[in-house]
Structure formats: C-alpha cells, structure tokens
C-alpha cells in the first residue's frame, strides 16, 4: 500500500470518529493518530489518561504522534492552547517542523486543530505526519 493509499484509508476511518476516540493503525502505517472531539469537554480529563497511557507504552516509544482536536466549526469547541493544557502536552510538543527523528531522545509529537466535517485543519496534520512515513 502506497502512501497515498495510506491517506485515504485514513481519511475513511477518521469520518466514522465521534467523540473522543483514537486511530491506531500501527502495523499499517506505524504512526498514531490520536482525536480528540474538542467540543466534548467534559471529557478531556478521559482523553488525557488514554492519551498518557499511549505515551508511556514502551512498543510505542518511537511511534510519532498526531493529534486531531477535530469539531473547531462548533462555536464552543477548545482552542488549540486549550487541548494542549487539558491533555498535559503544553510542554511536550515538537513543533510543527520537521523532527530529526536521529535524535532518539525525541519522538515527534503535536497538536493540529481541525474539522473533518468541513474539510479543514487535518490536511495540515497529514503533511506533518507524512514526513515520518518511510
């Protein structure tokens, strides 16, 4: 399977997410992406125990991962500084930028606010995954 291939698939399997849900396709595509329904803030504190519990697992140590606030066309939905505070990844995100995956003390890490209903934010997510796709 190709690495366009890849991305359809996952923009299939990202339609049917509701609520706070992850996509880990680890023996297909080896990176994580994790979303997060930034409307639904009376589960952040949820989301951030299984998003912590993916962190700490040691299979998982090198895996980059993406994470999607996803519903930002809702008027009441977290801002990105918002997410980034209630998951405890304030301090922990790599930046937007490429992450020189040599360095082994780092595992690329960050936050993309998006909405899949209107076609927006994921795009940008997708690109910066991409980079880590061999």
């Not at 990844?89 to 209903?117: I, W, Y």
């Amino acid at each position: 399977m190709d690495a366009a291939d890849r991305m359809v698939e996952l923009l299939r399997i990202l339609k049917s997410v509701d609520g706070v849900k992850y996509v880990a396709i680890m023996n297909l595509y080896l990176k994580l992406i994790y979303v997060v329904d930034a409307c639904d803030k009376e589960r952040f504190a949820e989301s951030k125990r299984e998003l912590d519990a993916l962190l700490s697992d040691e299979a998982l140590a090198k895996v980059p991962f993406l994470v999607l606030g996803n519903k930002i066309d809702i008027p009441h939905a977290a801002s990105e500084d918002e997410l980034l505070y209630h998951l405890g990844l304030t301090d922990f995100t790599t930046g937007k930028g490429k992450v020189n995956l040599a360095d082994q003390t780092v595992r690329p890490l960050e936050v993309f606010m998006c909405s899949v209903v209107r076609k927006m934010g994921y795009g940008e997510g997708f690109e910066w995954m991409s980079q880590y796709i061999k």
